[in-house]
């Protein structure tokens, strides 16, 4: 197994690795090393099935459910444990443009960390290339160790202790998009986070960003969202930032913990994009881990 940095401060190419095969411990403790290391792992040629994904995530943690959308569960295209990234619908055809589905999932398009908006996040996400368009749809990582640093010792102090409140109706809202039935009002209520987070390996720190953040508690709703913008534009500058072009069969996995992520768009009404994740939980809400 050969692991290559590609990025000043983070992101590495994994060779000599077949994920197709289950992982002996030796390797997956390397992966995990080089998740806490290098936050995002690209893989390439690696045409595996939905089932060595899941076996694959699964050396990292828990399975998500991938609940974090408004498919009814007759709609799905996919298991429960894999997140649908695709603009398919459950019978393989693309979404029409006004499809609700769909601009809900353009939600993508913004920054963010996976599940941000439920109580206990997700830890790592892994992207499988199972489709891809002939123009667009990269995907681009943002590394917020790299950003935390950056910022000036003032606000590094005014931001410390922040508890932030995060879900998909926030996100969503700031594309145009607000019709939600009283159902999904109950199941997108907001979750609380700390907006500034340690690696337990590392040690690092990171700003907990996410598109999802709607609130700062203790502060006018306004303030709080003027704040979480301006960090939000230090966070995402390009030196922070990696952009994935993929090639068929890449896998990407990314540590939610320490970066964000966004997909670039592409003409997705005329061209398939099928990308599947498996995701892995975290340990504990974020409130409840140590500062
Ligand atoms: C995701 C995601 C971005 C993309 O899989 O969680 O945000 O480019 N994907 O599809
Ligand atoms: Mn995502």
Do not use: C
Not at 253 to 270: E, I, K, L
């Amino acid at each position: 197994m050969q692991i290559t940095r590609i990025h000043p401060s983070f992101v590495a190419e994994v060779s000599g690795l077949d994920l197709r095969q289950p992982l002996n411990p030796a390797q997956a403790a390397a992966v995990q090393d080089a998740m806490d290391r290098h936050a995002v792992l690209v893989f390439h040629d690696q045409a595996i099935t939905d089932d060595q994904q899941k076996a694959f995530a699964r050396n990292f943690g828990t399975l998500e459910f991938a609940t974090g959308n408004i498919q009814t569960s007759d709609e799905r295209r996919l298991a429960f444990d894999m997140a649908d990234i695709s603009n398919l619908d459950q019978n393989n055809k693309l979404f029409a443009r006004d499809d609700r589905r769909r601009m809900f999932n353009l939600g993508n398009l913004l920054w963010h960390s996976d599940s941000s908006f439920k109580a206990t996040p997700a830890k790592f996400s892994a992207l499988s290339a199972r489709a891809i368009p002939s123009a667009g749809g990269d995907t681009q990582f943002a590394d917020m160790r790299a950003a935390y640093d950056a910022l000036d010792d003032a606000t590094r102090a005014e931001i410390a202790d922040m508890v932030t409140h995060h879900s998909l109706i926030y996100s969503r809202g700031l594309l145009g998009f607000g019709e939600f039935t009283p159902d999904e009002r109950e199941k997108f209520a907001p979750v609380r986070q700390r907006l500034v987070r340690r690696n337990a390996a590392t040690g690092r720190k990171s700003i907990f960003l996410s598109s999802h953040i709607g609130e700062i508690e203790g502060m006018p709703r306004p303030e709080a969202m003027a704040l979480i913008r301006d960090l939000m534009e230090h966070a995402t500058q390009p030196q922070f930032v990696y952009t994935h072009k993929w090639r068929l069969h890449d896998l990407v996995m990314w540590d939610n913990r320490q970066t964000m992520h966004r997909a670039r768009r592409y003409n997705d009404v005329g061209e398939i994009r099928d990308m599947r994740r498996t995701t892995v939980e975290d340990i504990a809400p974020t409130l409840q881990q140590a500062a």
